[in-house]
Protein backbone atom coordinates (compact mmCIF):
# COMPACT_ATOMS: atom_id res chain seq x y z
CA UNK A 1 0.00 0.00 0.00
CA UNK A 2 1.09 3.41 -1.24
CA UNK A 3 0.47 6.60 0.27
CA UNK A 4 -1.00 9.19 -2.47
CA UNK A 5 -0.89 12.67 -0.71
CA UNK A 6 -4.00 14.88 -2.55
CA UNK A 7 -1.74 18.02 -1.54
CA UNK A 8 0.62 19.16 -3.42
CA UNK A 9 2.68 22.04 -1.57
CA UNK A 10 3.69 24.92 -3.98
CA UNK A 11 7.30 25.36 -3.33
CA UNK A 12 7.11 29.14 -3.96
CA UNK A 13 10.60 30.87 -2.53
CA UNK A 14 13.34 32.43 -4.44
CA UNK A 15 16.28 30.40 -3.25
CA UNK A 16 16.85 26.49 -2.74
CA UNK A 17 17.32 27.12 1.06
CA UNK A 18 14.09 28.80 1.33
CA UNK A 19 12.56 25.61 -0.29
CA UNK A 20 14.66 23.45 1.63
CA UNK A 21 14.17 25.07 5.19
CA UNK A 22 9.94 24.23 4.25
CA UNK A 23 10.67 20.50 3.06
CA UNK A 24 12.66 19.77 5.94
CA UNK A 25 9.62 20.24 8.09
CA UNK A 26 7.31 18.72 6.03
CA UNK A 27 6.21 15.26 5.84
CA UNK A 28 6.25 13.40 2.27
CA UNK A 29 3.74 11.15 3.23
CA UNK A 30 1.45 14.18 3.25
CA UNK A 31 2.08 16.12 0.29
CA UNK A 32 3.75 16.90 -2.87
CA UNK A 33 5.57 19.26 -3.67
CA UNK A 34 5.71 21.95 -6.19
CA UNK A 35 8.66 23.43 -8.35
CA UNK A 36 7.95 26.42 -10.38
CA UNK A 37 9.95 28.18 -12.81
CA UNK A 38 11.38 30.56 -10.54
CA UNK A 39 12.65 28.16 -8.28
CA UNK A 40 13.73 25.60 -11.24
CA UNK A 41 15.60 28.78 -12.68
CA UNK A 42 17.25 29.29 -9.78
CA UNK A 43 18.05 26.16 -8.46
CA UNK A 44 18.33 23.57 -11.34
CA UNK A 45 17.60 19.92 -11.19
CA UNK A 46 19.82 19.40 -8.25
CA UNK A 47 17.12 20.57 -5.99
CA UNK A 48 14.75 17.97 -7.40
CA UNK A 49 16.89 15.36 -7.20
CA UNK A 50 17.37 16.56 -3.64
CA UNK A 51 13.53 16.56 -2.97
CA UNK A 52 13.36 13.42 -4.09
CA UNK A 53 16.05 12.67 -1.86
CA UNK A 54 14.20 13.56 1.36
CA UNK A 55 11.40 11.33 -0.23
CA UNK A 56 9.20 14.15 -1.69
CA UNK A 57 7.18 13.26 -5.19
CA UNK A 58 7.94 16.14 -7.11
CA UNK A 59 5.27 18.01 -9.69
CA UNK A 60 8.29 19.78 -12.40
CA UNK A 61 5.09 22.85 -13.08
CA UNK A 62 7.40 24.53 -16.25
CA UNK A 63 4.04 24.70 -18.58
CA UNK A 64 6.35 23.52 -21.85
CA UNK A 65 4.91 24.99 -25.30
CA UNK A 66 6.98 24.75 -27.93
CA UNK A 67 7.59 22.50 -31.48
CA UNK A 68 6.62 18.73 -30.58
CA UNK A 69 10.12 17.73 -30.93
CA UNK A 70 11.55 20.25 -28.23
CA UNK A 71 8.59 19.62 -25.76
CA UNK A 72 8.90 15.37 -26.18
CA UNK A 73 12.64 15.99 -25.69
CA UNK A 74 11.88 18.12 -22.31
CA UNK A 75 9.44 15.80 -21.16
CA UNK A 76 11.50 13.13 -21.48
CA UNK A 77 14.71 14.83 -19.64
CA UNK A 78 11.81 15.66 -16.78
CA UNK A 79 11.26 11.81 -16.72
CA UNK A 80 14.97 11.10 -16.55
CA UNK A 81 15.39 13.69 -13.56
CA UNK A 82 12.45 11.31 -11.90
CA UNK A 83 9.73 13.93 -11.57
CA UNK A 84 6.24 12.39 -10.62
CA UNK A 85 4.04 14.88 -12.63
CA UNK A 86 5.05 17.42 -15.03
CA UNK A 87 2.93 19.90 -17.56
CA UNK A 88 3.12 21.36 -21.19
CA UNK A 89 0.27 23.96 -22.52
CA UNK A 90 -2.40 22.45 -24.51
CA UNK A 91 -2.51 25.51 -26.76
CA UNK A 92 0.98 23.69 -28.57
CA UNK A 93 -1.91 21.41 -29.94
CA UNK A 94 -2.41 18.09 -30.65
CA UNK A 95 0.71 17.18 -31.98
CA UNK A 96 2.95 18.40 -29.20
CA UNK A 97 0.67 16.62 -26.66
CA UNK A 98 0.93 13.44 -28.47
CA UNK A 99 4.69 13.84 -28.99
CA UNK A 100 4.91 14.63 -25.14
CA UNK A 101 3.07 11.17 -23.97
CA UNK A 102 5.28 9.17 -26.57
CA UNK A 103 8.98 10.97 -24.89
CA UNK A 104 7.43 9.53 -21.69
CA UNK A 105 5.86 6.57 -22.40
CA UNK A 106 9.35 5.27 -23.70
CA UNK A 107 11.09 5.98 -19.94
CA UNK A 108 11.81 3.75 -17.74
CA UNK A 109 10.24 6.41 -15.15
CA UNK A 110 6.82 7.47 -16.23
CA UNK A 111 5.86 10.58 -14.34
CA UNK A 112 1.79 11.77 -14.81
CA UNK A 113 1.36 14.69 -18.06
CA UNK A 114 -1.29 17.02 -17.44
CA UNK A 115 -1.83 20.17 -19.97
CA UNK A 116 -2.54 23.81 -18.19
CA UNK A 117 -5.72 25.12 -20.69
CA UNK A 118 -6.46 28.71 -20.55
CA UNK A 119 -4.44 30.92 -18.10
CA UNK A 120 -6.63 32.03 -15.04
CA UNK A 121 -5.44 34.97 -15.61
CA UNK A 122 -6.67 35.61 -19.16
CA UNK A 123 -9.93 37.20 -19.28
CA UNK A 124 -12.50 36.92 -22.28
CA UNK A 125 -11.35 40.16 -23.91
CA UNK A 126 -7.43 39.08 -23.70
CA UNK A 127 -8.76 35.66 -25.33
CA UNK A 128 -10.33 37.47 -28.04
CA UNK A 129 -7.21 39.61 -28.60
CA UNK A 130 -5.12 36.50 -29.03
CA UNK A 131 -7.65 34.88 -31.46
CA UNK A 132 -9.55 32.48 -29.48
CA UNK A 133 -13.35 33.23 -29.48
CA UNK A 134 -15.89 32.11 -26.91
CA UNK A 135 -15.43 32.91 -23.46
CA UNK A 136 -12.87 31.02 -20.92
CA UNK A 137 -14.72 28.29 -19.59
CA UNK A 138 -15.48 26.49 -23.22
CA UNK A 139 -11.81 27.47 -24.02
CA UNK A 140 -10.91 25.47 -20.99
CA UNK A 141 -13.50 22.38 -21.60
CA UNK A 142 -12.59 22.40 -25.09
CA UNK A 143 -8.87 22.08 -24.31
CA UNK A 144 -9.25 19.96 -21.83
CA UNK A 145 -11.09 17.15 -24.29
CA UNK A 146 -7.91 17.92 -26.20
CA UNK A 147 -5.56 16.54 -23.81
CA UNK A 148 -7.99 13.57 -22.89
CA UNK A 149 -7.74 12.74 -26.86
CA UNK A 150 -4.22 13.61 -26.74
CA UNK A 151 -3.19 10.69 -24.09
CA UNK A 152 -2.85 13.28 -21.38
CA UNK A 153 -3.42 12.32 -17.91
CA UNK A 154 -5.43 15.48 -16.58
CA UNK A 155 -5.26 19.02 -16.51
CA UNK A 156 -4.67 22.57 -14.08
CA UNK A 157 -8.21 24.08 -12.97
CA UNK A 158 -9.22 26.10 -11.41
CA UNK A 159 -12.51 25.13 -8.66
CA UNK A 160 -14.81 26.82 -10.93
CA UNK A 161 -14.31 24.66 -13.66
CA UNK A 162 -14.11 21.13 -11.95
CA UNK A 163 -17.91 20.36 -11.96
CA UNK A 164 -18.23 20.74 -15.72
CA UNK A 165 -14.68 18.84 -16.51
CA UNK A 166 -15.57 16.22 -14.28
CA UNK A 167 -18.99 15.85 -16.70
CA UNK A 168 -16.64 15.94 -19.85
CA UNK A 169 -13.64 13.65 -18.30
CA UNK A 170 -13.16 10.23 -17.77
CA UNK A 171 -13.11 9.32 -13.48
CA UNK A 172 -9.47 8.76 -13.68
CA UNK A 173 -8.71 12.03 -15.85
CA UNK A 174 -6.66 14.27 -13.25
CA UNK A 175 -7.82 17.81 -12.07
CA UNK A 176 -5.17 19.20 -10.11
CA UNK A 177 -6.82 22.30 -8.70
CA UNK A 178 -4.89 25.45 -6.99
CA UNK A 179 -7.00 28.20 -5.50
CA UNK A 180 -7.76 26.31 -2.68
CA UNK A 181 -8.08 28.41 1.34
CA UNK A 182 -9.19 26.87 4.15
CA UNK A 183 -12.06 28.05 5.71
CA UNK A 184 -11.19 31.59 7.23
CA UNK A 185 -7.71 31.40 5.40
CA UNK A 186 -6.40 34.35 4.07
CA UNK A 187 -7.62 34.78 0.15
CA UNK A 188 -4.56 37.11 -0.75
CA UNK A 189 -4.52 37.64 -4.63
CA UNK A 190 -6.56 34.37 -5.24
CA UNK A 191 -9.82 35.18 -6.89
CA UNK A 192 -11.85 32.07 -7.08
CA UNK A 193 -11.13 30.29 -4.05
CA UNK A 194 -12.25 27.13 -2.53
CA UNK A 195 -11.76 25.19 0.36
CA UNK A 196 -10.27 21.76 0.50
CA UNK A 197 -13.24 19.60 1.48
CA UNK A 198 -15.12 21.37 -1.33
CA UNK A 199 -12.50 20.92 -4.55
CA UNK A 200 -12.38 17.24 -3.09
CA UNK A 201 -16.48 16.67 -3.23
CA UNK A 202 -16.76 18.54 -6.72
CA UNK A 203 -13.88 16.28 -8.11
CA UNK A 204 -10.32 17.27 -7.81
CA UNK A 205 -7.85 14.70 -7.58
CA UNK A 206 -5.04 16.97 -6.00
CA UNK A 207 -4.88 20.36 -4.60
CA UNK A 208 -2.09 22.98 -5.39
CA UNK A 209 -1.57 24.77 -1.82
CA UNK A 210 1.11 27.81 -1.45
CA UNK A 211 0.64 30.33 1.38
CA UNK A 212 -1.99 28.68 3.41
CA UNK A 213 0.71 25.85 4.10
CA UNK A 214 4.37 28.31 3.51
CA UNK A 215 3.62 30.95 5.31
CA UNK A 216 2.04 29.36 8.02
CA UNK A 217 3.70 29.45 11.73
CA UNK A 218 3.25 25.73 11.63
CA UNK A 219 3.71 24.47 8.51
CA UNK A 220 3.20 20.79 9.27
CA UNK A 221 0.46 21.16 11.58
CA UNK A 222 -1.35 23.65 9.22
CA UNK A 223 -0.90 20.36 6.25
CA UNK A 224 -2.56 17.94 8.63
CA UNK A 225 -5.16 20.42 9.23
CA UNK A 226 -5.95 19.97 5.65
CA UNK A 227 -5.41 16.94 5.41
CA UNK A 228 -8.02 15.75 8.44
CA UNK A 229 -10.79 18.33 6.52
CA UNK A 230 -10.45 16.30 3.51
CA UNK A 231 -10.89 13.08 5.07
CA UNK A 232 -10.18 10.52 2.35
CA UNK A 233 -8.14 7.20 2.54
CA UNK A 234 -5.30 8.75 0.64
CA UNK A 235 -4.24 5.42 -0.80
CA UNK A 236 -3.52 3.89 -4.07
O1 LIG B 1 -0.16 30.52 -2.41
P1 LIG B 1 -1.22 29.91 -3.28
O2 LIG B 1 -1.97 28.78 -2.59
O3 LIG B 1 -2.15 30.93 -3.88
O4 LIG B 1 -0.37 29.22 -4.47
C1 LIG B 1 -1.02 28.61 -5.56
C2 LIG B 1 -0.01 28.02 -6.50
O5 LIG B 1 -0.72 27.53 -7.65
C3 LIG B 1 1.04 28.98 -7.04
O6 LIG B 1 2.24 28.23 -7.29
C4 LIG B 1 0.42 29.48 -8.32
O7 LIG B 1 1.39 29.89 -9.26
C5 LIG B 1 -0.29 28.20 -8.82
N1 LIG B 1 -1.38 28.47 -9.74
C6 LIG B 1 -2.47 29.26 -9.42
N2 LIG B 1 -3.47 29.47 -10.32
C7 LIG B 1 -3.41 28.91 -11.52
C8 LIG B 1 -2.35 28.10 -11.88
C9 LIG B 1 -1.33 27.89 -10.95
O8 LIG B 1 -2.53 29.78 -8.31
N3 LIG B 1 -4.41 29.09 -12.36
Known amino acids: MTVDPKIIVALDFPS ?12 PAQCR ?15 VEQLQQLGFDVFLDLKYHDIPNTTA ?6 AELGVWM ?21 AAHRPLLIAVTILTSLDADELHEVGLSGNPEDNV ?22 VALREAVA ?10 RPA ?22 YLVVGR ?12 ADINAVIDIKQVR
Open 171 to 180: DNFRLVTPGV
Open 73 to 78: QACRAA
Open 33 to 47: VKVGKELFTRAGPVL
Open 16 to 27: ADAAFHLANVLD
Open 86 to 106: VNVHALGGRRMMEAAREAIDK
Open 141 to 162: LRLACLAESAGLDGVVCSPREV
Open 184 to 205: GGVAGDQKRITTPEDAIRLGSS
Open 212 to 223: PVTQAEDPLAAL
